[in-house]
């Protein structure tokens, strides 16, 4: 019912930029709020780690490495959410997921099917 799909991936430079979206539908879900948003990478042969992540309240906690680089954001009412990537670098090649935390009674956290990026000149 709930689905996420991410949108924005592809090839860039190193030292550019690069934008990723996030679309959430819901479908006939009623009574519920977006929790925790966040973006996740995956490289080749590593583990899913944790970009970006924003809270309800706007919070945001940033992996190091992207710190001062990318850039999460969130609009509740359109259900999206993006990640604004700087300075890109070869190591930041992966393939990008975004999640997001509905909560009715109770929380679920919802993945889309992930969006790749390739930084190389």
């Known amino acids: 019912q709930v689905q996420v799909v991410e949108s924005g991936g592809g090839l860039v430079q190193p030292g550019g930029s690069l934008d990723l979206s996030c679309a959430v539908s819901?479908?006939?879900?009623?009574?519920?709020?977006?929790?925790?948003v966040g973006w996740h990478r995956q490289a080749p042969g590593g583990k899913r780690e944790l970009v970006a992540q924003?809270?309800?309240?706007?919070?945001?906690n940033y992996l190091d490495s992207v710190k001062g680089r990318f850039t999460i954001s969130r609009d509740n009412d359109k259900k999206m959410m993006a990640l604004h990537m700087d300075s890109l670098k070869a190591e930041d090649t992966a393939d990008y997921y975004c999640?997001?935390?509905?909560?009715?009674?109770?929380?679920?956290?919802?993945w889309g099917q992930g969006t790749q990026v390739t930084v190389s000149s």
């Open positions: 999640s997001v935390d509905i909560q009715t009674g109770f929380r679920v956290t919802y």
């Open positions: 819901t479908g006939a879900l009623a009574d519920y709020t977006m929790g925790t």
């Open positions: 924003m809270l309800s309240d706007g919070k945001t």
